[in-house]
């Protein structure tokens, strides 16, 4: 079947190609939005797909007549290309001068984006078209649960309100820790409000009264951002994904059950402990079999972190949480993007941490030293012994009950311990 093409005015050398469901999140031309659903982009090499834009921003007409603006027809314009000063650019709806496509009165200098020009808006996360709100007023966004002062789209039917950057989360998408795909949800109906969850991709709190991303077989939440972001979202054409697709009603794909790879084969060492020698890991479709061999030429790991981690060092079970911003270590203080989570309390630990060695030997110390957990006394002083500086007593440390010989893990097993 012959594609749909469109003649657009940003590249009169090259007609736009349409794709019905593109999910790169790649910024579009008109709204400088990320863009999710129907889209229209250049194929041609030279251009390097960079014109992108929403199916609805690529179709705008190059001229309208306004109610904002009734003296005057309106002409469509490319801020990026046409050098205004700043405030001759600036928009009359929302106040701000972008780089976004602009209907403009050049007699009046009367701009407006096209976003803020639209006077009813087909958003795919809710089921009534929504309409501008011309005055500014203080509303809380139904999807991101902020309060602001501004101009929102709202859907008087449902007394909806949304901020226009929030109108283009996608409906339905699929993340690389759940096997179904997630809808968006900004209601009460699926959720009980009273509800304590936690996002199963960063392990923070979730308001479930505002939006969020929601499977409804498996009772998987996850943060609006957090599914959205390209580190956790699975890039698929998900109209391609049939119902039941990728169904397993042995596997239960709650975070209680949740883990990046399965067990195939195990060996017991000299001390008792059990060791992995094959897994299936969820990356790879072969199996991965444990090596002692170097890997050369500094090769990068290819990420065998488990999504669920129990430890000595706590009570509760912890989940593998990553974010954008940088998250405290329980156990030592750093902070990290990448931590092990707590659900039921405050505490975390980084993968430095969470890895260190039960026991270990130092080369001046004719004990072995045992990690510990909490203060070896009530004194209110805490040294290591080894580089004689003052211990946090609520971090780890390694000890020698024999010696009562305290000391910090880095004392111990170096700056780097999993560096070889």
Request: contains cysteine; glycine residues 6%; proline residues 5%.
């Given at each position: 079947?012959?594609?749909?093409?469109?003649?657009?005015?940003?590249?009169?050398?090259?007609?736009?190609?349409?794709?019905?469901?593109?999910?790169?999140?790649?910024?579009?031309?008109?709204?400088?939005?990320?863009?999710?659903?129907?889209?229209?982009?250049c194929p041609n090499f030279e251009c390097n797909s960079?014109?992108?834009?929403?199916?609805?921003?690529?179709?705008?007409?190059?001229?309208?007549?306004?109610?904002?603006?009734?003296?005057?027809?309106?002409?469509?314009?490319?801020?990026?290309?046409?050098?205004?000063?700043?405030?001759?650019?600036?928009?009359?709806?929302?106040?701000?001068?972008?780089?976004?496509?602009?209907?403009?009165c050049y007699r009046c200098d009367f701009n407006i984006h096209i976003k803020c020009a639209i006077l009813q808006l087909e958003v795919e996360l809710h089921d009534h078209p929504l309409t501008p709100c011309w005055k500014r007023i203080t509303f809380t966004c139904d999807i991101c649960g902020k309060e602001d002062k501004g101009r929102p789209y709202l859907c008087a039917t449902c007394c909806f309100f949304i901020h226009r950057s929030c109108a283009s989360f996608p409906r339905r998408l699929k993340v690389v820790r759940h096997k179904h795909p997630l809808h968006i949800t900004h209601s009460s109906f699926e959720l009980r409000e009273s509800d304590s969850r936690f996002c199963q991709l960063c392990v923070q709190k979730v308001d479930t009264r505002y939006g969020l991303y929601y499977c409804s077989k498996c009772d998987f939440v996850a943060h609006l951002n957090c599914a959205i972001?390209?580190?956790?979202?699975?890039?698929?054409?998900?109209?391609?994904?049939?119902?039941?697709?990728?169904?397993?009603?042995?596997?239960d794909q709650s975070v209680e059950s949740a883990a990046a790879y399965k067990v195939k084969k195990i060996k017991v060492g000299e001390d008792g402990t059990e060791i992995a020698t094959e897994i299936e890991h969820f990356s790879h479709e072969h199996d991965l079999k444990l090596t002692d061999e170097e890997v050369h030429n500094n090769e990068k790991c290819d990420g065998l972190v488990p999504e669920i981690l129990t430890h000595e060092g706590h009570k509760h079970r912890l989940i593998?949480?990553?974010?954008?911003?940088?998250?405290?270590?329980?156990?030592?203080?750093?902070r990290r993007n990448l931590v092990f989570r707590c659900t039921s309390c405050e505490f975390a630990i980084d993968f430095k941490c969470a890895t260190l060695p039960q026991t270990t030997r130092y080369k001046q110390h004719e004990h072995p030293f045992t990690l510990s957990y909490a203060a070896e006394d009530d004194s209110g002083e805490y040294y290591c012994d080894i580089c004689e500086e003052e211990r946090n007593p609520n971090h780890w440390f390694y000890y020698c009950v024999d010696c009562t010989y305290p000391a910090h893990p880095k004392c111990i097993l170096g700056e780097y311990p999993n560096m070889k």
């Open positions: 079947m012959e594609q749909q093409q469109l003649l657009h005015f940003c590249d009169s050398k090259h007609p736009l190609v349409y794709l019905p469901d593109y999910r790169g999140g790649a910024t579009c031309c008109g709204c400088q939005e990320s863009i999710y659903g129907p889209t229209y982009l960079s014109y992108k834009h929403h199916k609805s921003c690529a179709e705008v007409p190059l001229g309208l007549h306004h109610p904002l603006h009734p003296l005057h027809p309106l002409i469509l314009f490319d801020e990026k290309t046409g050098y205004l000063e700043k405030e001759k650019s600036r928009c009359q709806v929302c106040n701000e001068s972008r780089e976004e496509y602009t209907y403009r972001d390209k580190r956790n979202r699975e890039d698929i054409n998900l109209l391609e994904l049939k119902d039941g697709e990728n169904e397993d009603e042995e596997l593998l949480s990553y974010t954008s911003f940088e998250q405290s270590c329980s156990s030592c203080g750093d």
